[in-house]
């Protein structure tokens, strides 16, 4: 078990996941408004720990979310820096800390094996800046929290795979606890979901995107509505 305490200064692998529903309505998409109810928590997750640098080869996953998530609370809740440094650490970090690609194979589906190379890299793209307009702020405002590591649950069919266990502790409020899919390659860490309160990041997004792309004919129209709501605004934080 590990614990650790940060202050600001200055002021998945897609063959081996869940296959649980979570159901959330289109029309709450069409109004910028997806998944409330996960969100409430996700938001939490992202603050304090949503985010990793490089993997170094560490122990375990475990030492993983410990060292890294610290790193980057560090680095992002610096009061000092400009909104656009803020934005370029944060986009580093999530390119080298998640594997983007993977979750994005799993969120689409089937309609990742039928779309062509560039739709995928149109789309993870657009799933990156969907991140950032949505968790990015957050960091602006973040004043301190702790988080504790309770050990990790390994993927009864992937040994490269485990589920990290994560306590959050809010200066306000419950405690939130939560689980991160964190694999193993080779020695390098990457974050493939996250899972809080039992709604998992990559099962919402699956869900909720395939209403999308339902009805709006496949992966071109769920990337054009993505871009609209980005335009708009739409997925910045309360």
């Not at 078990?1 to 996941?17: N, V």
């Not at 689980?179 to 193993?184: D, I, L, Q, Y």
Request: hydrophobic share 35%; net charge neutral; with cysteine.
């Amino acid at each position: 078990m590990k614990i650790a305490t940060i202050r600001s200064r200055g002021s998945t692998d897609p063959d081996h996941m869940s296959t649980a529903i979570i159901s959330f309505q289109c029309n709450r998409f069409a109004r910028g408004e997806p998944m409330k109810s996960a969100i409430k928590y996700l938001s939490v997750v992202f603050l304090i720990l949503g985010l990793s640098a490089p993997a170094l080869a560490q122990d375990n996953a475990e030492q993983f979310i410990q060292d890294f998530g610290s790193k980057a609370l560090e680095e992002l809740t610096d009061q000092s820096i400009s909104s656009d440094e803020r934005e370029k650490r944060f986009r580093s970090l999530l390119q080298e800390g998640f594997d983007l690609r993977s979750i994005s194979q799993f969120i689409i589906a089937r309609h990742w094996r039928s779309s062509s190379e560039e739709e995928r890299k149109q789309f993870i793209q657009v799933f990156e800046d969907y991140l950032i307009q949505r968790f990015l702020p957050l960091f602006e405002k973040y004043q301190g929290e702790t988080f504790q590591t309770n050990g990790i649950r390994r993927d009864a069919q992937n040994e490269n795979l485990s589920w990290v266990k994560v306590t959050f502790k809010r200066q306000q409020g419950d405690p939130v606890n939560t689980e991160w899919r964190v694999r193993n390659q080779d020695g390098s860490f990457s974050i493939l979901d996250v899972r809080a309160e039992g709604a998992s990041m990559a099962l919402t997004l699956r869900d909720e995107y395939a209403s999308v792309m339902n009805q709006r004919g496949g992966l071109s129209g769920l990337i054009d509505a993505l871009r609209q709501k980005l335009d708009q605004g739409a997925f910045r934080p309360d």
